[in-house]
């Protein structure tokens, strides 16, 4: 069998299309760059799973000097991902901080992010812990840390059957105040789009949001078009449900990237945001306030959620007798132009 070929700097600078010496000033994290370069260096190492291991003078503490950061691979947008990227530039600052080293990789995904295996660099007697950020890892695949016999931290990662420190938003609360904000501006008619049964958890958790905010508020009927949470699975699951519930006038959508295929499906059948239909995402990617209009959307810490996973597994790997803890990091929603007030439309009407 063909030995597999080792990913060099020069396959990381080649493919982010900058020299070999600006990717190894990205990698190191060094000054005088600007973000998007950095980004797209950083994207491109964990895209070919590119182990690096940073400079550093002296190591924080003598059983963590360098962990190894495993990323999903999005099935349809590999290379991509811009929820992922701050939480992993999270994880980098704090490794600089406490001077550990870093190595990353990547796992393939399917639709409903499942990982479908790990990579075999894991296994390097060079790691002293592991960071999973975003994958879906079924029962085999979880056990990494009996295998590797270091400290596993999870980041919105859920390991089914298995104990692991793990780092997660506040999705269930994030998604209610998604849909309160709706209420609040007057909207009872409200849809659902990102959702199906066997999503991610993350997605089951603001599903329950959705259905709690109704709920609480007293309003009995739901609006539920289940699809992938992929923006061209959105752009044809709004049509679909606008066309046999036109009476809805607000959608919750489980992210931001399926927000837009929502918007943009919206627009194809003559609804245009806000004015005819109210929109609300999730994850506040970079782009949400770029939209026309600004997205309305949940923020959450991303940076943070990558920074406390970091000092979770320096925790795990002094105390390893500890109890199992899952950090949960607060959700807050930025208010932009997507929603429309119904209250003050009808308000005008009146006068």
């Not at 999005?74 to 999270?90: L, Q």
Request: include cysteine.
């Amino acid at each position: 069998m063909m030995e597999k070929k080792k990913i060099t700097l020069r396959d990381v600078a080649d493919l982010a299309k900058v020299s070999i010496g600006t990717a190894s000033q990205a990698l190191n994290n060094k000054g005088g760059m600007l973000p998007e370069t950095r980004e797209r260096v950083i994207q491109a190492a964990t895209q070919l799973g590119y182990n690096q291991r940073f400079s550093i003078t002296e190591p924080s503490s003598e059983r963590v000097n360098t962990l190894m950061v495993i990323k999903h691979d999005s099935y349809d947008r590999p290379g991509i991902d811009p929820f992922y990227f701050p939480v992993i530039a999270g994880i980098e600052k704090e490794c600089q901080k406490y001077r550990i080293g870093m190595m990353y990789a990547t796992v393939e995904v399917d639709h409903r992010n499942r990982a479908h295996g790990i990579p075999q660099s894991v296994f390097s007697n060079q790691i002293d812990g592991v960071v999973v950020v975003g994958a879906f890892l079924d029962d085999m695949i979880a056990r990494i840390g009996d295998w590797v016999k270091k400290p596993v931290i999870l980041i919105d990662a859920y390991a089914p059957g298995r104990e692991h420190d793990s780092i997660v938003m506040d999705n269930e609360m994030g998604a209610y105040k998604a849909v309160h904000h709706l209420i609040r501006n007057g909207h009872k008619h409200i849809g659902l789009i990102g959702y199906e049964p066997k999503a991610h958890p993350s997605v089951q958790e603001r599903y329950r949001g959705y259905l709690r905010a109704l709920e609480g508020h007293g309003i009995t009927d739901t609006y539920i078009e289940k699809s992938l949470l992929k923006r061209d699975a959105a752009y044809r699951a709004v049509q679909i449900l606008l066309k046999k519930h036109p009476e809805v006038t607000a959608i919750f959508v489980c992210n931001d990237n399926a927000a837009i295929g929502a918007i943009n499906g919206a627009a194809h059948v003559g609804r245009n945001v806000p004015h005819d239909l109210s929109v609300v995402g999730f994850d506040d990617i970079d782009f949400a306030q770029e939209m026309v209009p600004p997205l309305t959307t949940v923020n959450v810490d991303k940076v943070a959620m990558g920074a406390v996973a970091v000092r979770q597994l320096l925790a795990r790997a002094d105390n390893p007798d500890e109890a199992i803890t899952t950090t949960i990091v607060r959700t807050e929603l930025v208010i932009r132009e997507s929603v429309r007030n119904l209250s003050r439309k009808k308000h005008n009407d009146r006068t």
